[in-house]
């Protein structure tokens, strides 16, 4: 019997583990920082549930040049800011998704909503503003 790989399974499954390992190991809160030219902020809002499946909503916003806690982006009330450092650069699907000398950050209204943020399955559970790439001072 051949099996099958559902590619939105093992594309969650990567997000997630990839999201623990930031939440619960080397994780950095910051207060704010300056977008490059580069970086990306993505809008990941909570998974709605249908019938028969689940979808994430996401959508690009534009670039603000800082961002910082206290302000407000896509109607999230930025009070958290979790950013994690990466050795190497990562791709799944054609998409990079880690840089090698910089930092992924996620946004949200608080440290237990980022932490919190995907669950197990890989379901949304509270909206977040995801930035990549992103370069901090050290």
């Given at each position: 019997?051949?099996?099958?790989?559902?590619f939105?399974?093992?594309f969650?499954?990567i997000?997630?583990?990839?999201?623990l390992?930031?939440?619960?190991?080397?994780e950095i809160?910051?207060?704010?920082f300056i977008?490059?030219?580069?970086?990306?902020v993505?809008?990941i809002?909570?998974?709605?549930f249908?019938f028969?499946?689940?979808t994430?909503?996401?959508k690009?916003?534009?670039?603000?040049?800082?961002?910082?806690?206290?302000?407000?982006?896509?109607?999230?009330?930025?009070?958290?800011?979790?950013?994690?450092?990466h050795?190497?650069?990562s791709?799944y699907?054609g998409?990079?998704?880690m840089?090698k000398?910089r930092?992924?950050?996620?946004?949200g209204?608080?440290?237990?909503?980022?932490i919190t943020?995907?669950d197990?399955?890989?379901?949304?559970?509270h909206?977040?503003?995801?930035?990549?790439?992103?370069?901090?001072?050290?």
């Open positions: 019997m051949k099996k099958t790989i559902d939105f399974s093992v969650t499954a997000l997630t583990s990839l999201f390992s930031v939440a619960y190991g080397g809160y910051v207060d704010g977008t490059s030219n580069d970086t990306k993505d809008y809002g909570k998974t709605s249908g028969f499946t689940s994430p909503m996401k690009e916003l534009s670039r603000p040049q800082i961002i910082r806690k206290g302000q407000t982006i896509n109607g999230i009330k930025i009070n958290a800011i979790l950013c994690t450092y050795d190497s650069d791709f699907g998409i990079q998704f840089w000398g930092y992924s950050c996620m946004a209204r608080s440290k237990t909503q980022l943020a995907i197990s399955n890989g379901n949304k559970m909206d977040y503003l995801a930035i990549v790439p992103v370069s901090l001072k050290k």
